[in-house]
């Protein structure tokens, strides 16, 4: 199994600039997670789909921050316009949401804005 | 809102020693992960849980699940300089399509 796919791994962006992060599930799994995570704040969870639905967006910090997830391989967070403390680490995990719950998480993309 | 706090924060041991840490919540959880990260990958997970008393291991792994439901515990024994990693527990409320909490991570340094 190739595990959860995010890309890229790095991005290097200027302030106001659009970023687009991608994730590609593990198949089969029918939940699907984005976390930021920071020293200063530890793991977040920002957005979780099930079945393509988005089910809790409360972690989303701003407007300015968007998921969207058209299928079940893959997803998309955006945010419009980037600002320095947007900077992180961006995991996506998924989860087969079933009797048995867990979460597989992907490598993660680091965020840089400068 | 939900807290999971996870303790210690931090830990230096010398390769060889046993090592403990634990997650408490204030709610009652259905489900316990423990997950380690290493510098520049993804939290990788170690072993799950989904009964209270349950008692899991992995390897030099051994994690369990609090019979209150609202802790959970994670020995390594015999560490070695490889364990070096952020290790971190997650817990997962009961219901349909809920999400999981995670504690701040517990930081182990072995000295070889």
């Known amino acids: 199994d190739a595990g959860v796919i995010q890309s890229p791994r790095h991005e290097v962006t200027e302030m106001g600039q659009e970023v687009t992060l991608r994730c590609k599930p593990i198949?089969?799994?029918?939940?699907l997670f984005w976390y930021r995570q920071t020293m200063m704040r530890g793991l977040e969870l920002l957005i979780y789909?099930?079945?393509?639905?988005?089910?809790?967006d409360s972690g989303m910090p701003e407007d300015r921050f968007s998921a969207k997830m058209p299928n079940a391989s893959f997803s998309t967070l955006k945010i419009q316009p980037s600002e320095p403390r947007d900077s992180a680490v961006y995991f996506c995990?998924?989860?087969?949401?079933?009797?048995?719950?867990?979460?597989?998480f992907g490598p993660g993309t680091r965020l840089t804005v400068l | 809102g939900q807290q999971l706090n996870q303790s210690p924060q931090s830990m230096f041991i010398q390769e060889g020693e046993d090592v403990s840490m634990n997650c408490t919540s204030s709610s009652i959880f259905n489900t316990w992960l423990w997950y380690k990260q290493e510098p520049g990958e993804g939290p990788v997970l170690l072993i799950a849980l989904y009964k209270a008393g349950e008692l899991t291991s992995n390897g030099r792994l051994t994690a369990q699940f609090g019979i209150t439901r609202k802790d959970s515990f994670l020995n390594i024994s015999a560490s070695i300089p490889s364990d070096v990693g952020i290790y971190f527990c997650a817990g997962q409320e009961g219901g349909n399509f809920n999400k999981f909490y995670f504690g701040s991570g517990t930081k182990l340094n072995v000295k070889p």
């Open positions: 789909f099930n079945n393509n639905v988005p089910i809790d």
């Open positions: 198949s089969g799994h029918n939940s």
């Open positions: 995990a998924s989860n087969p949401h079933g009797v048995t719950d867990t979460q597989y």
